[in-house]
């Protein structure tokens, strides 16, 4: 019996077999929270500053979801300069969302009929009176 030929036969074929393998996981897309998620991660500091401000508040502001509307409702909205809500996707950053806030009305609403259903992380950060805050729920469509 000749088993030259087969143990190299079996020699391509793991060849074969690692080459494939190998393609296919550089070819997973393996997306981050956030592009800049390391950059961002740098300034985390100021961010926990900034949710301390957010609780000093009397009143956070409230995000719902109710018949495909996102809401938010906050008191002190009428004194707000900026401000920003976010809807970070953590399992696809194609999926995030930015909206800009509007001083003078406390209720505001988003509609959500065109998202993909699923776990979001919704931040708000504002700018009143001269001082930085930031709250962050998660919520899930």
Not at 69 to 88: A, H, N, Q, V, Y
Not at 115 to 131: D, I
């Amino acid at each position: 019996m000749n088993f030259g030929k087969w143990i190299v036969v079996a020699f391509v074929l793991f060849a074969v077999f690692i080459a494939t393998l190998v393609t296919v996981c550089i070819r997973q897309d393996i997306s981050l929270i956030r592009p800049d998620y390391y950059q961002e991660e740098l300034v985390h500091q100021h961010k926990m500053t900034l949710i301390q401000n957010a609780k000093s508040l009397e009143a956070l502001p409230v995000i719902s979801i109710s018949e495909n509307i996102l809401t938010i409702s906050f008191s002190d909205f009428d004194k707000i300069e900026k401000g920003e809500l976010r809807l970070l996707r953590p399992s696809d950053v194609k999926l995030d969302k930015k909206f800009t806030l509007q001083a003078g009305n406390q209720k505001q609403q988003f509609p959500l009929d065109v998202w993909s259903k699923g776990l979001y992380r919704a931040s708000v950060q504002w700018t009143m009176s001269g001082k930085e805050f930031y709250y962050e729920r998660l919520i899930v469509l």
